[in-house]
């Protein structure tokens, strides 16, 4: 306690400091902007982070909202490109369709496919609906969206438990009565190293009764283009492996009889299938520079090796309705939704399976079955909101909820090898006769507990999620310029999770059943002051939470050395909480707009997520106490007739304020004291630019623009762990191919800052639009997170960025 006494005294000082700073610039440009202003205005952002429409300065906390046209024009096409221009957010690249997602530095480090109990801590909304889902996040295609808004700090209060670091909202256009309107799209490009991609997409929005019913029609086809080559055992390269394609849509209709009721319902859907994975590898038990008896590898950049092709599928579909009415003083809302999702991760496991066939004792020629590891998540969730809203314009406004969720989510693995069995029972037979104790090899038949033949691993794990919460906030202008803002959340949670197993690498749990619950409140503060016309101050203090969980049983048949005894005590992990305590700085006026925030966010409980070594399991264990702190801006001008220029940017702290011991009396795992946490950078910053000019065009005015984007990201690191000296250090310790299993694969596992700039140009006659872009005009091959397979003893390599990419688009508007 007095640790956090004291990073949070430091903090408080630092912040007045620094908001001192920033308020006295602050006031000086809005001063000499509406004296100098060459465009007069910006245009008034409206946004709905408040659960009620206000304008993006008057929110009382820290937001970004990046618009259509901004989207369009930076070819913004994933979160993860959202992310490298918003100050604060982070998403770590998993793979396709496997991005985690953290705000202000509050991380649990690197959350894979196999942990189905790790709850999301940046909760993810389309309009009102919930659609996040822990790793899965899902990776909504951003054509026809109006905006995305990015609200930093927990959002526990109004958006609940999937939000302790904060919320991001896809805002789509919605339904027109009045107009008919639509817009076309075409893409081409090409990966300087890699292959060809494309997309068409269109949206269409339609009254069908004038000003009272309309619908919109969205579709979408995009092809990806691959960029990295696997190595095979034969000896040929496939190309470009890890292509893929998106395609979906979405259609709503809203219907508006008058002026107090509207009913708008929506169904969307989308697959995104990938052919593999943006993995680039150093180590492969079957690949590397140490065999003899093989041929020795070197890996070049972007290369990998495979056994067998794999895929990443993901099919969604959604489908909500919001019905609103306004009975004068207040408006009912309800939102009711129901996700539908099936996901499906299958690798290529067969250096896994070898590495644990190796250590088992069985025959070289076992380590080379292909082996598919299939993951297959199944969701339903359906959710339920209703809440009323004063519409008056007096002094207090306020809003009151109920929320209710119900989630059923069936995760599962099967591991087919074919031709495993047979091994299996002859190593049995081996071990067995020896009769030495504690010793004994089970056969196939005895370890499958009623799972398919040739599958070493099997596990079925149903999770049931009920939650049900009420919440309330309102805000009192106690004078014109001084508004008090409170809020409070209750919540309760309750999750049941079933776990069934089998196959020689499992445990053979048989309907094992576990519980998880959890009730209390989340409440939120905050003061804003106007200063004047153009500047506002505000301070808050908000409380978030994230649901614990229990972690799946350790696979023990496969835990070498003290690994067992080391990550076997942590089988649950409580519920994660924080306070976060800010003070903001808003400012506007004559074409510019300033916003910063100074804030420290003091974490009890946090979830940290480990790899439990030669276990090939992961866990999440709580660390007592923990802290980010930090300063995060935006600034945008134009500072001449077309000119718009920006920059955002965040200098973080997360560290560690305590340390977890092992059973072995050692720190597990790098969570110590002073470390810092996991995938997050301490410096980001996004600088943009843009200038627009009229040309003419066959007769046509129209405006010529080019623009720029450079985003720098600075070092991270994928698990506290790899902060330990020697941490880059691996020895596979399993003799293979002529390999003596103790040589030593060494690699700097402190992820290297990178910058990404792109480029385009194009010309906007309104009905038509041309542009041409070149994303990563310097190639650069950024690692995004570290990717090891059995603690590093079957395979290790780095998640990578798409190469250099040139591309022309096409857009018509009717």
């Given at each position: 306690m007095m640790a956090t006494t004291k990073h949070?005294?430091?903090?408080?000082?630092?912040?007045?400091?620094?908001?001192?700073?920033?308020?006295?610039?602050?006031?000086?440009?809005?001063?000499?902007?509406?004296?100098?202003?060459?465009?007069?205005?910006?245009?008034?952002?409206i946004v709905t982070a408040t659960k009620r429409s206000t304008a993006l300065q008057d929110v009382p906390f820290?937001?970004?909202?990046?618009?259509?046209?901004?989207?369009?024009?930076?070819?913004?096409?994933?979160?993860?490109?959202?992310?490298?221009?918003?100050?604060?957010?982070?998403?770590?690249?998993?793979?396709?369709?496997?991005?985690?997602?953290?705000?202000?530095?509050?991380?649990?480090?690197?959350?894979?496919?196999?942990?189905?109990?790790?709850?999301?801590?940046v909760g993810i909304?389309?309009?009102?609906?919930?659609?996040s889902l822990s790793l899965f996040t899902p990776d909504i295609d951003l054509f026809d969206i109006s905006r995305v808004e990015t609200l930093r700090g927990p959002q526990g209060t109004l958006f609940g438990s999937g939000s302790v670091g904060g919320t991001i909202r896809y805002i789509t256009n919605q339904p027109n009565a009045s107009d008919f309107s639509g817009q076309v799209e075409a893409n081409v490009n090409v990966l300087s190293q890699g292959g060809v991609g494309f997309h068409g997409k269109g949206a269409v929005n339609i009254p069908i009764v004038q000003d009272k019913l309309a619908v919109r029609a969205v579709g979408y086809y995009t092809e990806f283009a691959g960029f990295i080559d696997a190595l095979t055992e034969t000896g040929e390269v496939n190309e470009n492996v890890n292509s893929g394609r998106r395609f979906g849509g979405r259609v709503a209709v809203k219907f508006t009889p008058g002026d107090r009721f509207s009913f708008t319902p929506r169904i969307l859907y989308q697959r995104v299938i990938a052919d593999g994975f943006n993995r680039q590898e150093n180590f492969n038990l079957f690949a590397n520079p140490f065999t003899t008896t093989r041929p020795a590898v070197e890996f070049a950049e972007r290369q990998q090796f495979l056994l067998l092709g794999e895929q990443f599928s993901d099919e969604t579909l959604i489908g909500d309705a919001v019905l609103s009415y306004n009975f004068g003083p207040v408006e009912l809302t309800s939102v009711s939704s129901y996700t539908d999702r099936n996901i499906l991760v299958s690798r290529d496991a067969s250096a896994l399976t070898g590495s644990v066939s190796l250590d088992l004792g069985f025959p070289a020629a076992s380590a080379l079955l292909p082996s598919n590891l299939l993951d297959r998540t199944q969701l339903g969730q359906f959710t339920?909101?209703?809440?009323?809203?004063?519409?008056?314009?007096?002094?207090?406004?306020?809003?009151?909820?109920?929320?209710?969720?119900?989630?059923?989510?069936?995760?599962?693995?099967?591991?087919?090898?074919?031709?495993?069995?047979?091994?299996?029972?002859?190593?049995?037979?081996?071990?067995?006769?020896d009769a030495i104790p504690n010793n004994n090899l089970p056969t196939a038949a005895q370890a499958a507990n009623g799972f398919p033949a040739n599958s070493p691993f099997n596990s079925d794990l149903p999770f049931a999620l009920e939650q049900y919460a009420f919440f309330g906030e309102g805000s009192l202008d106690l004078t014109k310029r001084l508004t008090f803002t409170a809020g409070v959340r209750y919540y309760n949670f309750d999750e049941d999770r079933t776990i069934t197993s089998g196959g020689l690498f499992a445990n053979g749990d048989s309907g094992r059943e576990d519980n998880t619950s959890s009730d209390g409140f989340t409440p939120r503060f905050i003061l804003d002051y106007k200063v004047n016309e153009t500047i506002s101050v505000n301070a808050q203090a908000a409380r978030g939470f994230r649901l614990g969980g229990v972690n799946d049983p350790l696979n023990v048949?496969?835990?070498?050395?003290?690994?067992?005894?080391?990550?076997?005590?942590?089988?649950?992990?409580?519920?994660?909480?924080?306070?976060?305590?800010?003070?903001?700085?808003?400012?506007?006026?004559?074409?510019?707009?300033?916003?910063?925030?100074?804030?420290?966010?003091?974490?009890?409980?946090?979830?940290?997520?480990?790899?439990?070594?030669?276990?090939?399991?992961?866990?999440?264990?709580?660390?007592?106490?923990?802290?980010?702190?930090?300063?995060?801006?935006?600034?945008?001008?134009?500072?001449?007739?077309?000119?718009?220029?920006?920059?955002?940017?965040?200098?973080?702290?997360?560290?560690?304020?305590?340390?977890?011991?092992?059973?072995?009396?050692?720190?597990?795992?790098?969570?110590?004291?002073?470390?810092?946490?996991?995938?997050?950078?301490?410096?980001?910053?996004?600088v943009s630019g843009n200038y627009s000019f009229p040309v003419e065009v066959f007769n046509t005015q129209s405006e010529g623009y080019f623009g720029f984007s450079l985003q720098y990201v600075g070092t991270r690191f994928t698990q506290p762990s790899d902060q330990l000296g020697n941490a880059g250090n691996f020895v596979s310790g399993l003799p293979f191919g002529g390999a003596s299993g103790n040589e030593i694969t060494a690699l700097d596992l402190e992820l290297d800052a990178y910058q990404i700039l792109n480029i385009n140009a194009g010309i906007d006659s309104g009905a038509w639009e041309l542009s041409a872009y070149i994303n990563n005009l310097l190639d650069e091959n950024a690692q995004l997170a570290f990717d090891r397979e059995r603690g590093g003893r079957a395979r290790l390599g780095f998640a990578t960025n798409q190469p250099r990419a040139f591309g022309v688009t096409l857009r018509r508007r009717f």
């Open positions: 949070l005294r430091r903090w408080a000082l630092s912040g007045v400091a620094a908001l001192a700073l920033l308020l006295a610039p602050g006031m000086a440009f809005a001063q000499q902007a509406d004296a100098d202003s060459q465009d007069g205005e910006p245009e008034t952002v820290s937001i970004n909202a990046l618009g259509q046209t901004e989207i369009a024009r930076q070819g913004l096409t994933s979160i993860e490109d959202i992310s490298r221009n918003v100050a604060g957010l982070v998403v770590q690249n998993l793979g396709p369709g496997q991005s985690q997602v953290s705000i202000r530095g509050v991380s649990a480090g690197q959350i894979v496919r196999d942990q189905p109990g790790v709850k999301e801590q909304y389309l309009d009102e609906s919930v659609i339920q909101e209703i809440r009323l809203t004063s519409t008056g314009d007096g002094r207090l406004q306020w809003l009151v909820g109920a929320y209710y969720a119900n989630t059923q989510r069936n995760y599962s693995q099967r591991l087919p090898t074919p031709g495993y069995d047979a091994f299996q029972n002859a190593r049995a037979a081996i071990v067995n006769a048949p496969l835990c070498q050395g003290s690994d067992l005894a080391t990550f076997g005590a942590f089988q649950s992990f409580g519920d994660e909480r924080l306070w976060n305590y800010e003070l903001g700085l808003k400012a506007q006026s004559g074409g510019v707009t300033f916003n910063a925030a100074v804030f420290y966010t003091d974490i009890s409980d946090l979830q940290v997520t480990l790899d439990a070594g030669s276990c090939s399991s992961r866990i999440t264990f709580n660390v007592p106490e923990a802290h980010t702190g930090g300063v995060e801006f935006e600034l945008s001008a134009s500072p001449l007739k077309g000119l718009n220029l920006s920059v955002a940017g965040s200098i973080l702290e997360s560290r560690f304020d305590s340390s977890v011991i092992s059973n072995a009396g050692a720190v597990l795992g790098g969570v110590e004291s002073g470390n810092r946490l996991a995938s997050v950078p301490e410096f980001q910053v996004a």
